[in-house]
């Protein structure tokens, strides 16, 4: 089997995997959640509008101020949002599952052996020490 042809089949069972399952119902749900995508839709206007604004040369310092509380009111009740957060919560999970295989074939391409014990590695280089 050539390795396009596995890559395919690993897709395919990542799409097979609950993780994967989880986070694409989640997506749906909040997708058609009218409350949080008109949130979300008045959440990116503001912050629009908030750009325009800053790129005045006379800027309304007044509506900066209000425009930056309402984008956090706005932000704040959209990430506490129930649906929000079980959609947060399996990104991280296939984010997680996605850092492991992309590690898992790293290693391998830098000639380690692919059943090594993965790292608690968080996927981000800035905060990591190096890979062993």
Known sequence: MDIIKMAREMGKAIQQDENYLALMKAKDVIDND??????ISEFN??????NQELGKEDKDQDKLTS????I????QSIIG???MIAF???????DTMM?????ILMLSVNGQDPDTELSSCSGSCSS???CH
């Open 45 to 50: 206007l503001k912050k629009m509008d908030l």
């Open 34 to 39: 009218e409350v949080l995508q008109k949130q």
């Open 128 to 130: 990591c020490s190096g």
């Open 99 to 103: 850092n492991q295989v992309s590690q």
């Open 81 to 83: 949002n129930e649906q």
């Open 88 to 94: 947060n919560e399996a990104k991280q999970a296939i």
């Open 72 to 75: 956090k009111e706005l932000y």
């Open 67 to 70: 425009l930056d509380r309402e």
